[in-house]
């Protein structure tokens, strides 16, 4: 491992640091929205019900548009889909800072995802990105690895978090929902940052199809061999673990929805607390979360992946469901904090999971597919906790979401236990790729 990290240093492997560095830059935007989106929209007076239909909206499009990227990012190349993403929200953002009308803003979040909190990811072109920094790391460091991806991009949350304050600073020169617009304009200027480190990462190089393993490249390991199974026997397999998989990441994705996207507006409406306070919160919890998100990769090598993941999801869930029972915004936020950590810091682990389950033909497929159920069954939520919100029911988002989230890890640990004792050449287990 340590040879490996030492090769990334280096620079043996640019690309890896390249999508690294976009993830961080990219995330610190996205901390910014996910506190102050719902809170902006609130003072242009739309309701709950509103903000929570337009991020479902976002949800349904990213749906739609990421089974497509996934699809056309294997066969086209993933750097120019990450390209177009970068460039969409810059100019998205850049609109934001000049408009108040409620069908462009609209229009907006629903094509970037804006205010969903991403963690970093590049919304429906997630494929595309996961896709590319795995054909670069060694299946062995993908735990590792998607971690330590997984980590900056909370990082980066945290410092966007803390950023979201700053409308208060100018709150009398630019009163109401227009304190937020200058928030907008630094969003553009990260996005077309972001853009520089994707455009000058290194040229990719698209996968051989063909029948030979390349000794050279240990990312190469899932070409088949002659002593593999017949290409009908893998991709019967692939597609049975893709199901598995996508079953899971139903409930989980119904779970994060009722939950995520309407923290904010949660924390303001039962509360009564200010933007600044909202994003001190935001930021330890994604502070936490990053660590929780390295300890978790450190925990993949010692105990298994798919151990850690279901062991850190039931913590997490028992937070959630004490959570709403909390009097005062102090103890909410400590357990949401503690909540965020635990369930949070595992998805790294996760995505490691879903880009090896499948060989590297199929990698952007696999990402799209489990993509398209997650964000589909989250897409659910907002609507139906805005509803719930309105009607001052405040407790049973937090509940619907524990029994969702208990049921969806319980099921992983069981489908996915085999990947915890892989055999050499047993395509129940990570030798699919």
């Known amino acids: 491992m340590h040879s490996y990290l030492r090769r ?19 995330s610190i935007s996205q901390g910014i929205a996910i506190v102050d989106l719902a809170l902006y929209l609130k003072d242009l007076h739309w309701s709950a019900k509103e903000i929570g239909g337009v991020l479902s909206a976002a949800g349904v499009a990213g749906a739609v548009l990421i089974l497509f990227v996934g699809v056309l ?28 009308s409620s069908p462009l803003i609209a229009v907006i979040i629903v094509l970037t995802g804006f205010g969903r909190g991403q963690n970093g990811a590049a919304g429906p072109f997630t494929p595309a990105e996961q896709a590319w920094m795995t054909a670069h790391v060694a299946r062995q460091y993908r735990g590792r690895v998607f971690s330590t991806n997984n980590a900056l991009g909370f990082f ?3 410092i966007g978090s803390i950023l ?8 009398h020169s630019l009163p109401g929902a227009s304190a937020y617009k200058p928030l907008f304009g630094l969003m553009f200027v990260g996005s077309v940052l972001c853009a520089i480190v994707i455009a000058t990462a290194p040229k990719e190089q698209r996968t051989q199809r063909t029948q030979r393993v390349d000794e050279t490249n240990p990312a190469t390991e899932d070409a088949v061999t002659p002593q593999a199974p017949d290409e009908r026997s893998i991709r019967r397999q692939e597609n049975r673990n893709m199901l598995r998989l996508a079953g899971v990441n139903l409930l989980n994705g119904l779970a994060v929805g009722f939950v995520g996207p309407m923290m904010s507006y949660w924390f303001a ?73 635990l369930s949070r810091g595992t998805q790294g682990a996760r995505s490691a999971l879903s880009t090896s389950l499948t060989r590297d033909k199929r990698r952007g497929f696999s ?16 609507t139906l906790s805005g509803y719930l919100l309105d009607a001052g029911a405040f407790s049973v988002p937090f509940y619907i ?20 004792a892989p055999q050499r050449g047993n395509l129940r287990g990570h030798d699919v790729g």
């Not at 990334?8 to 990219?26: C, N, S, Y």
């Not at 990012?73 to 108040?100: H, N, Q």
């Not at 969702?404 to 085999?418: E, K, P, T």
Request: proline residues 2%.
């Open 8 to 26: 990334l240093q280096r620079g043996a492997d640019k690309t890896v640091l390249h999508l690294q560095l976009a993830r961080l830059l990219r």
């Open 73 to 100: 990012s294997d066969r086209y190349g993933r750097k120019r889909f990450l390209l177009v993403y970068e460039l969409l929200t810059a100019i998205s953002a850049l609109l934001m800072v000049f408009t108040e």
């Open 156 to 158: 980066g949350m945290a």
């Open 164 to 171: 979201a304050a700053l409308p208060r600073l100018w709150w």
């Open 269 to 341: 409406s039962k509360f009564g607390v200010s933007s600044a306070q909202i994003g001190i919160t935001l930021a330890l919890s994604f502070v936490f979360t990053g660590i929780s998100s390295l300890v978790t990769g450190a925990l993949t090598t010692r105990f298994g992946l798919i151990r850690s993941v279901v062991l850190l999801q039931v913590l997490g869930t028992v937070m959630i469901l004490i959570l709403p029972l909390m009097p005062s915004f102090a103890l909410a936020s400590t357990f949401y904090v503690l909540r965020s950590a």
């Open 367 to 382: 990402v799209s597919m489990n993509s398209l159920v997650m964000r589909t069954s989250s897409a659910i939520g907002p």
């Open 401 to 420: 979401t524990g029994v969702l989230q208990m049921c969806s890890a319980l099921l992983y640990g069981r489908l996915f236990r085999s990947f915890d």
